[in-house]
Every structure is written in C-alpha cells, then in structure tokens.
C-alpha cells in the first residue's frame, strides 16, 4: 500500500513537471513568476444583434488615429517586438503573413473592402528590393556589380491610422452604440531629396470584425499595473483612443480637408463629434 501511494505521488509530481516545463518557453529560466494564460486564450465579445428596423438614425464618420499623441503610444509601442508585447501594426503584419486576417489594396481610392491583394503584393509592400544599387567589386577594382538594398517596413514607419466607424442609435436597446468597421495603417511619406515628412500615404484597409479575434489575444501595455493587461480589442471596444474625424457621410463624398484648413478643420470635426452627443442627449431631454 505505501508503494503504490509512492507510486502515484510520483506520477503525479512528474506530470506536474512536464506539464509547466511545456507551458514556458524555457524551463530552467522563465521569465514570468506565474503562467500568463488569460489574454492568450480570450475570444472577443460578440456584438449585439441588430435588426434594421431597429435603427432609428445613424451616422457614417471616418477618423484619424495619430500615435504621436501621448494617449496613443500604446498602440504604437514597442517599435521592436517583445516577448508579450507588439505594436499594432506588428499584429497586423503577423496576422497577414499567417493569411488569418485579409488585406483590401487601392486604400486611398476605396474604402469598401472590394479588391482583395494577394500574398504576393503583401509581402512586396512589406520588404521592398532596390535592385539598381551598384558597389565596386572588391575582387575587379574598376568595376561595378549590382547589390540590391533591402527596405524593409516597420512599425516605426506607421505614425497613424484611418478608421471607419458606424454610429446609430438602437431603439430596441435605447442606446447610442458604435461598430468600427476598418482600419487603415499610414505610413510617412518623405520627400527624396530632404528626407523630410510631407505626409502619410495609405498602405491597406482590414476589416475590423474580421481582426477582432486576433486583437483580443494581443497584449496591450498597461501604465498603471502589469497584472492587469488589456488587449488590442479592449482599447477599441473601450474606445481607449484619441482620435480626430476627417470625414463623414455628405451628398459630396467630400472629406473635411477640402474645404477647411489648420484650425477651422479642427473646430469642423469638434462640431460632427459634438452633433453625434446633441442627438443622443436630446432623446433624454425633458
């Protein structure tokens, strides 16, 4: 009897061993004190069911993420990839190199997610080949043989994003709600002969509904604690972001920098902001 309790707590013990030493990328030195295992395994939440009839008004508007800001550093750190931590572009990036999420080409022109690009024009627009690069042959002085330079896109180079949302009111519910239904990563655009930032060219449009299942398994840092990390589908659905609205829905399919500038754009975006809030409060208004 007492060799069979040996037994036992034995098998026990070394299954135990077994079963954390394949849960930690090194056993003999992890680096966490506990197994991270609740961001890993989230699913986001599900939306609501939303009936057409039940939407009483809504309102298209397009917005501009600009991670310069201090609120928004969260989504542009680390510019290099860390063990728990990515940027978000660094999220997109592996999710479309792992062909889990889909990239929409001809950003700047359609927003509506129709043309599809394919693996191969992915890739193109993340490492980029300049194969006119001459250096001199160190084995034939005199002579030049071609060395292409590789240009490689990284998080660093995306200082903003496009964002396209939905606003509505739901009767059914008797709620102003929100659905975010793109993303678009932008990346500087320089000029060549002063290398200095004239503006961001559009890279690709993902459909957001489609990204969520990725966003929800990718850590987000938190400033206050680093037991409590938020993911990249909690920033959003918690509206964790500042952001500022270039564009909504009008007869012109014009956006707001086409007939204002500098800081009439800025008042004009405040006064869209500000008409989705008027809406919403004069419904409670007695």
Known sequence: MKRFRFLLVAVITILSISTTDAQVLDPNFPDQVYLKENTRTRRP?????????????????????????????????????????????????????????????????????KVKMSKAAIEGLFVQWDSTNQVEDPNNPGTFILAPIKTELLSNNVKAYWMKEDWFFDKQRSVMDVRILGLCPMKEKQDPSTGEVVGYLPLFWVYFPQCR???????????????????????FWKRMFQSYVHKETNVYDRNIQSYYTGLDALLESDRIKNDIFVYEHDLWHF
């Open 45 to 113: 939440i599900p939306y609501t069911y939303l009936r057409e009839a039940d939407v009483m008004w809504s309102k298209r508007v397009w917005r501009t993420i600009d991670l310069r800001e201090k609120f928004n550093h969260p989504l542009y750190y680390p510019e290099t990839r860390i063990q728990d931590r990515r940027s978000l572009f660094d999220v997109l990036k592996d999710a479309l190199m792992a062909g889990s999420i889909t990239a929409f080409d001809n950003p700047a022109m359609d927003d509506e997610f």
């Open 213 to 235: 299942p990725v966003f929800a398994t990718a850590e987000v840092y938190n400033l206050k604690t680093d037991a409590e990390r938020r993911s990249l589908d909690d920033i």
